[in-house]
């Protein structure tokens, strides 16, 4: 997952501080989401799927599709 999130996040040309900020973390714990030091909760796992437009089957390196599934409207 190290290379996914931090690919996507490099693709964007943001920073782990730009990340932690976006997921109102300390920039200490999204570096520990990418080194994998920590497991990112369900709830910050949909935040950056739905923030890189991609599934969470793609973040956990699951799939290579980076297209995410249709999603459920409201």
Known sequence: ML???RGL???RD???A???E???VHQTTYSD???EIVNIPLATLKKLAIF???SVDYLLDLTNE???YPRKKG
Do not use: C, H, S
């Open 18 to 20: 730009d990340m932690a």
């Open 52 to 54: 890189f437009d991609t």
């Open 9 to 11: 996040r490099e693709d």
């Open 33 to 35: 989401y990418e080194r």
């Open 66 to 68: 980076r297209k995410p």
């Open 14 to 16: 943001l920073t782990q």
């Open 3 to 5: 290379e996914r999130l």
């Open 22 to 24: 976006i997921l109102q």
